[in-house]
Structure formats: structure tokens, C-alpha cells
């Protein structure tokens, strides 16, 4: 694929873990060299790679994981309010993923089994600080509590499939991964 | 139900030699072992997959997907209430509830005492006399809350089903227009006859000529059909009668043989000469059960009088014979090539073709499927010729078509109209007013709308299988549009993953509008799914699944629309609701324990 034509100003692009495990964050980082080409075509908002706390205006979004709890759910929305894109990042963020093992449990026996009947932990409590974030009933795919305007799936997606994906974007391409490039692991 | 020899394996065993222990039969050989408990235990499946020296997976394959096949336990009276849109527009939903309160149990769920059991199935075939419900396969219809009082009753005092009241089980044939087929008296043999004279050649001139086109759906030639399976290499060659008759809404089939048998059988006769075939079936849905004694006697009684069997009419190099084989409450078998993988004991996944069943079909066998109205039409031209066939009806379209008419109107029933018939006569025939919608060819057929109400019933232009229902101005189209979809994700065989996941997300999507969660976005996605089954599909089922969709979002889209509660997006779970469990767990009543569904509430 021939480089991406630069587009007339720089996009914006924040990107975010929700119920995720890094793994689609490493494997975003593992575009290697691209990456020097990436700074040239966009600038980041809200991410790991930046000490931005809160996500403003953007062109894209990335969201990597599934939604699991109160948290989740507003710092997703903050980015669909602000991304004109937004797009579903690695098998968490597309299909709920590995943390969406729980859902066939009821949350409670979870939380106990975790905080109350685990050996050693006599007396446990479930945490109840108002500071920490409600967990959901279920882990939810982020297009069920926001619109998502593109998926990329893989646990995690390849570094050249995520290249792919942002050069078509940023080139004005729909993107589209050829099969070499699109799995669903 | 037969009766019980003295032990179950011994009786097992009758089967099973009945059935010369051979795997294509097992499909027969597992409807009629579970005639013994009223399901199949495992000890069952194991003893059979001994039997045949099958690999018991194959056997457990087989009875997992057939509906009526059960490997769990079920009551010694199995209620299954029809539950086609027509079936639910008479009132079923109510009606079963009714009767589950009145035997204390849930729907889907056995009695405690294993007596009973209740729960849905698709169209059984008797929307003109609905609702309707089947007892045990037993069919009854016109069903009130009388009968159901009734039934209730009998069945706390477990009566046994020959002793209820016999016009329970009297499902009329409600024939209300006849053309050239329902009028034709034919003595049994005098077609056969015809034909022989003209011998082999001369008869699929004959064919030919009438351009009888299949009734079932496709409108394939079937002088085309018949040929190619004639010049195919392979030997015996079969002609299989599809008697399957899944359409929700069509119940033509099942008048056919219940009234003019000997017509359809006559038919496949006629295709065995013109294709030189010896064996002949009968693919009869399981729902269609309580026809096979009746059905046996004639062919007993052509068998008897020369009309089968060796040398027919003393014709030396023509031996044909007809066996039925039972579907088991699968509409996917309807499809030719699932319905012959059923005919050789496997579940009804649909072929890839090419190649066609004309050239391997049952067993690798030239093979020609054919619609049990087209084979009954055959009657019509080896007695008066192909071109007297072909005068009457359209351009394209030869001959009269049977219709299945029911939903909203005075006279539900048979309606036989040669081809070019516009809609709007039908209506008025058939005493419908202030008609909405017809959705005519079933829940794979189309949609119209009053202002197509001139278009006619023939190939060129409104195709059908026969399905006819009338939906008037008091009915929604998103329902009917709903109840369609949850038939097609519920009969998807599951073999190919854009029908197996399309047909469930596109049910997710019709069941979020009608729970009111319903957002823009989502008719977008629809739109999107719709176009997914379509093109990416194995077979007819998944690429026909978004049809009623496609239909009523085009000509009825404010159905959809008034059921949106947001212009963008809208989840289809309470959001708050999400959280309770957990809010519970940790005492918690904080604002930061609660979510607003909608975003803009939240400052
Ligand atoms: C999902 C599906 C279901 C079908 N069900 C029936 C059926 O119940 N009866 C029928 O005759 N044809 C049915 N067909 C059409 C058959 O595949 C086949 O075309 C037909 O039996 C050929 O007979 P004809 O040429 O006489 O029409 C179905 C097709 C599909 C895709
Ligand atoms: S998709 Fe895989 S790599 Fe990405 S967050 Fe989920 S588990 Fe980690
Ligand atoms: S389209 Fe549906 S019914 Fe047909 S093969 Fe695929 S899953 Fe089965
Ligand atoms: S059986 Fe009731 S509508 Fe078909």
C-alpha cells in the first residue's frame, strides 16, 4: 500500500483501555518505525502515550476492551461525544472478550468468590468505596452502550493490521483488512 | 401411537429390523423409537448407534436437530401450539397461556409429574382453521378457550387421545374456488395410461410443451428437470415427492393429499416414466403425520391394482414403487437438498451445488425433487395434452396455481385461479376488507401493499408458492415483519455463519424496537444485516430471512419509526438496571452508583 497522502491539517486521535488488558495498546506500539510516520499525520488527545486526562474534539477514537463497569461507561461516552470516529479495538472492545467469561455467572458469586471465600482472606468484604467504579451486571461490547463506527478485531490485533486500518482512515479509504490481516482469535 | 411390546428393546429392536439396521433409515428409525417413549433417552441413541454401527455422535448429530426429536424427557401428552403471525392474530398466545395456568406449568417446561408438556412450534399447516395446536402430533385446530377448558380437562384425566372427541382431530380441506386440478375426477390409472401410450419420449414432449413450471417456489421447468435427470448416468433414479410444505402460510400440500392423493402419486408415477426411475418418495412433514395411514392405504391399493410395483399396467420395463419417509419438524428440509440429506437419515443441511440432485442426488443417484402440486399438475397434461396445459394462465406462466388463503378475511382456505390473477380479485373472492398488507409466498415472499393490489399472481410477476395471508388496517406490519424474522433465526439449520448469527442479530434488532429501546442506528444495522443474509448465505433460508424485513421497512417504515426512542443510539439493556446487583452487594446508594440510560441526564 503506497503511504497515506497527508491530509491538509493533522487528526486527532485519542485511544483509551476500558476492560482490556494493554495487550491491543503493545500491539498498537508494535507499528515500530511506522510510528515515526503516524506523528507526522496525527497528533494524539487522551492516551497512554500522552498525560492528557480528559479526551477532547477528535477525528478518531480507539477503544480498546469491553465495558464492565460505571467507569467504563462514562469515559466511553466521553469519547463517542468527542470522536467523530470511534472505533472498537481488539476482541475485548468487539465481542466483551476474556473478561466476558464472567457473564455466565451472577456477579455476586464473583464478587464473593473473590473477596470473601478465597483461602486466606477470613473476613473479607466486597470493596464498597464510593470511590471505586460499580461493576456491571455483564461485560458488555462497547457497541452495545455506544454507536461504533468501525471493528477491528483480534485478540490482539496485528501491529500491520492496525497500521492498515489507520493509513486507510487517515487517506480517506474505508478501511479493509485483506485476509492475511483480519483475524478473529 | 403403537402399542407397547414387552420390553422396550425388544420393541427397539422391531424397529430396527423393520428397518433392515440400515443408517439411511435412521431418521425413520429415531421417529419411530421415540414412538416407544415419547422421547429418546440415551440408552436409546447408544443401542440404535450400536445397531447400525454408526459413531453415536452421528446418531446424537441427527436427533439434536430435528424439533420434533427429543433427548430430554417430555410430558406424556406434548402440547406444541402453532405459532404462525395468523396463529398469533387468532388469539394462540392467549389461548396458551390459558391452558398452561390451567395445568399449572410454564411454557418449554415438564410437568412435574411428566404429564405435560406445552410449547410453541412453527406454522403446522392449518392457518385456515387456526389456531392451531398439535397433541402429541395429532393436529387440532379451530381451537377456543372452550376446547381449551376441555383439553385441560382430558388431560388432567389423562384420557387417551382416541377417546376424545373426534371432531377435534377433523381438519377440513375448506376448498373454495376449484379450477382444472380440483375438478379433475380421474379414474386411478387413466394418466399412466395415457402415457405409456405415448411412451417415454413422447410423454416429455408432452411436458414440454405444457411449460409446467415447479410449484414449490423456484418455477424451475419441469420438462427441464426431468430430462436432465433422464440423461444422467446412474442407476435406480429417483423421484422424490417434496411434501415438506414449511411456507408459514401454506397449506395447499396438505389438501392434496389428503383429498387428491391419488393425483400426487399418479404424478410420480408419470415422472418415473419420463425419467426411467424405480424408487419413489414421499418426503411428508412431520407435522403432516396423522395423513400416513390414509396415504399408506392408497398406495397399498394402487399396489394392488397394477398402478405400482412391478410391470405397471403390464408395461415390461416399468417397475416403480413409493416409500414415505417423515420429516421431523425442520423447515430447512423443504429445501431440496436438506430434504434429501434427511431422505438418507443425516440432518438437513442444504448441498453445495452444483451438483444438482438431477445429476447426484439421493445416494449419489440422478434424483428429481418435485412439489407435490406440480406433480399432481402432471395428471392435467397426460390426459388433455401439453398444449391444452399451456393455453390457460400467462405468458410465462402455464396452468392454475393453488392458493393458501388465510389471515384476515371471511373465507380462509383453498383457492385454485389460473396464473395472471391480480391480487385484488383474490381479495374480493375471499371477502376481505379494508385490507393492509398481503404477504403473499410466506415469510421468503413479498410484502405488498394496497397500491400493488393490481399486480398478478404468475412468475413475471408476483411468484408464490401458495401462501396468501391478509393482514387488514387494524394489524402493525413491524409484528407480523417480527414474527417472520423469529421463525427464520429459530429454522436456521445453523450451517453457514452469516444465516446462523444474521438471523439472531437481525431478531436482537427487532426485538429492541419492540421492547422500546429502539434508536436510528439500529435501522442502519438492519439495513446492513438485511444485505448480509442476502448475499452471503449457503442457502434459500438465510438469503429469503431478511425479505419481510426488507418489504415492510420500505413500504411500512413508520411501523419501525414510531417505535424509536432516540434519533442516534440507544442501548438495549437498562444501564442502571446493570448495576443494581452490585449496588446491593456493596450497600451503595451513592450518585456514583447509578447510571443514566441517557447520557445527556448525567449533569
Ligand atoms: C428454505 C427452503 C424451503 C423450501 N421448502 C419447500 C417446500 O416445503 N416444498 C416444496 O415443494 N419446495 C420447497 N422449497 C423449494 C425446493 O428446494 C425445490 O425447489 C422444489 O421442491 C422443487 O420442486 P418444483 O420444481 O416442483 O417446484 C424450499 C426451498 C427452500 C430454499
Ligand atoms: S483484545 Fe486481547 S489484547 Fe486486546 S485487550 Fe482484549 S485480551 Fe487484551
Ligand atoms: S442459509 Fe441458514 S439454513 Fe441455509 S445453510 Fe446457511 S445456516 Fe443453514
Ligand atoms: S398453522 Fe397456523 S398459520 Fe399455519
Known amino acids: 500500500m503506497s503511504p497515506a497522502p497527508a491530509p491538509a491539517r493533522k487528526l486527532r486521535v485519542a485511544t483509551t483501555s476500558l476492560a482490556g488488558c494493554f495487550g491491543c495498546h503493545m500491539s498498537f506500539l508494535d507499528i515500530d518505525e511506522h510510528l515515526f510516520e503516524l506523528v507526522e499525520l496525527v497528533e494524539f488527545d487522551r492516551s497512554p502515550l500522552t498525560d492528557i486526562k480528559d479526551v477532547g474534539p477528535c477525528d478518531i477514537g480507539l477503544i480498546e476492551g469491553g465495558v464492565c463497569n460505571a467507569e467504563n461507561v462514562h469515559v466511553l461516552r466521553e469519547f463517542r461525544r468527542h470522536c467523530k470516529t470511534l472505533i472498537a479495538l481488539g476482541a475485548c472492545a468487539v465481542n466483551g472478550g476474556l473478561p466476558a467469561q464472567r457473564n455466565h455467572l451472577p456477579l455476586s458469586e464473583c ?30 461490547p462497547i457497541h452495545e452502550v455506544v454507536r461504533v463506527d468501525y471493528f477491528l478485531p483480534g485478540c490482539p490485533p496485528s501491529g500491520p493490521a492496525i497500521w492498515k486500518f489507520l493509513t486507510d482512515l487517515i487517506a480517506g479509504r474505508t478501511p479493509r483488512l485483506a485476509n492475511g490481516l483480519l483475524h478473529y482469535d | 401411537m403403537s402399542a407397547l411390546p414387552a420390553t422396550p428393546t425388544a420393541a427397539l429392536d422391531g424397529v430396527l429390523q423393520r428397518h433392515g439396521h440400515c443408517p439411511t433409515e435412521l431418521l425413520q428409525i429415531l421417529i419411530e423409537a421415540q414412538d416407544l417413549e415419547g422421547w429418546l433417552p440415551a440408552q436409546t441413541l ?56 390451567k395445568l399449572w406449568i410454564e411454557p418449554g417446561k415438564l410437568s412435574e409429574d411428566g404429564l405435560v408438556s406445552i410449547a410453541t412450534t412453527s406454522c403446522t399447516g392449518l392457518c385456515d382453521q387456526g389456531p392451531a395446536m398439535l397433541v402429541n402430533g395429532r393436529a387440532i385446530g379451530q381451537l377456543t378457550h372452550r376446547r381449551i377448558n376441555e383439553i385441560a380437562e382430558m388431560i388432567r384425566q389423562q384420557r387417551p387421545l382416541e377417546l376424545w372427541p373426534a371432531e377435534y382431530f377433523q381438519i377440513g380441506d375448506n376448498i373454495r374456488r376449484k379450477d382444472s386440478l380440483l375438478n379433475l375426477d380421474m379414474k386411478p390409472g387413466a394418466a399412466l395410461a395415457a402415457v405409456i401410450e405415448l411412451g417415454r419420449e413422447g410423454w416429455l414432449q408432452e411436458v414440454q410443451k405444457s411449460n409446467l413450471r415447479g410449484r414449490g417456489g423456484a418455477g424451475f421447468a419441469t420438462a427441464v428437470k426431468w430430462a436432465s435427470a433422464r440423461n444422467a448416468s446412474g442407476e435406480p433414479k429417483i423421484i422424490v415427492c417434496n411434501a415438506d410444505e414449511g411456507e408459514p402460510g401454506t397449506f395447499k400440500d396438505r389438501v392434496l393429499l389428503n383429498s387428491y392423493a391419488d393425483l400426487v402419486f399418479e404424478g410420480m408415477t408419470l415422472a418415473a416414466w419420463a425419467v426411467g426411475a424405480s424408487e419413489g418418495f414421499l418426503y411428508l412433514r412431520g407435522e403432516y403425520r396423522y395423513l400416513m395411514p390414509q396415504l399408506e392405504a392408497v398406495l397399498t391399493r394402487r399396489r394392488e391394482a397394477g398402478l405400482l410395483g412391478h410391470h405397471i399396467l403390464h408395461e415390461p420395463c416399468f417397475d416403480f414403487d413409493i416409500r414415505i419417509h417423515l420429516g421431523a419438524g425442520a423447515y430447512v428440509c423443504g429445501e431440496e437438498t436438506a430434504l434429501i440429506e434427511s431422505l438418507e437419515g443425516k440432518r438437513g443441511t442444504p448441498r453445495i451445488r452444483p451438483p444438482f440432485p438431477v445429476t447426484k442426488g439421493y445416494l449419489g443417484r440422478p434424483t428429481v425433487v418435485n412439489n407435490v402440486e406440480t406433480l399432481a399438475k402432471t395428471c392435467l397434461i397426460a390426459l388433455a395434452g401439453g398444449e391444452a396445459f399451456a393455453a390457460s394462465g400467462t405468458a410465462q406462466s402455464a396452468g392454475t396455481k393453488l392458493l393458501s388463503i388465510s389471515g384476515d378475511c371471511a373465507e380462509p ?72 424474522v423469529h421463525f427464520f433465526a429459530h429454522e436456521s439449520c445453523g450451517f453457514c455463519t452469516p444465516c446462523r448469527v444474521g438471523t439472531s442479530l437481525l431478531q436482537g434488532f427487532m426485538d429492541k424496537l419492540a421492547d422500546g429501546h429502539g434508536a436510528k442506528a439500529d435501522l442502519a444495522d438492519i439495513d446492513w444485516l438485511d444485505r448480509l443474509l442476502k448475499n452471503a448465505s449457503h442457502c434459500g433460508l438465510g438469503s429469503a430471512a431478511p425479505n419481510p424485513v426488507i418489504d415492510t421497512l420500505q413500504k411500512f417504515r413508520p411501523a419501525y419509526e414510531r417505535r424509536l426512542v432516540s434519533l442516534d443510539f440507544e442501548p438495549a439493556f437498562d444501564l442502571d438496571a446493570a448495576l443494581a446487583e452490585a449496588r446491593q452487594l456493596t450497600a451503595r446508594d451513592d450518585p456514583g452508583a447509578h447510571l443514566h440510560t441517557h447520557e445527556e441526564e448525567e449533569k
Open chain 2, 413 to 484: 382456505g383453498i383457492y385454485e385461479y389460473p396464473f395472471g390473477v391480480p391480487i385484488a380479485r383474490i381479495l374480493e373472492d375471499c371477502g376481505a376488507s379494508d385490507t393492509q398488507a398481503v404477504q403473499v409466498g410466506g415469510a421468503s415472499g413479498v410484502c405488498l401493499a394496497g397500491y400493488e393490489f393490481q399486480r398478478r399472481i404468475a412468475y413475471e410477476d408476483v411468484p408464490t408458492a401458495g401462501a396468501f395471508m391478509i393482514f387488514d388496517g387494524s394489524r402493525d406490519l413491524f409484528d407480523v415483519a417480527r414474527a417472520f
Open chain 1, 111 to 140: 464478587l464473593r468468590e473473590v473477596y470473601q471465600f478465597r483461602p486466606g482472606l477470613d473476613n473479607g468484604q466486597i470493596p464498597n468505596d464510593p470511590e471505586l467504579p460499580l461493576p456491571l451486571d455483564k461485560v458488555r
Open chain 2, 46 to 101: 447408544t443401542h440404535i448407534a450400536q445397531s447400525l454401527h454408526i459413531p453415536r455422535s452421528r446418531v446424537e448429530g441427527v436427533a439434536g436437530f430435528y424439533s420434533f426429536l427429543y433427548t430430554q424427557p417430555v410430558g406424556r401428552y406434548r402440547v406444541l401450539f402453532s405459532d404462525n403471525i395468523t396463529d398469533r392474530m387468532l388469539g394462540n398466545t392467549e389461548l396458551m397461556d390459558a391452558l398452561c395456568r
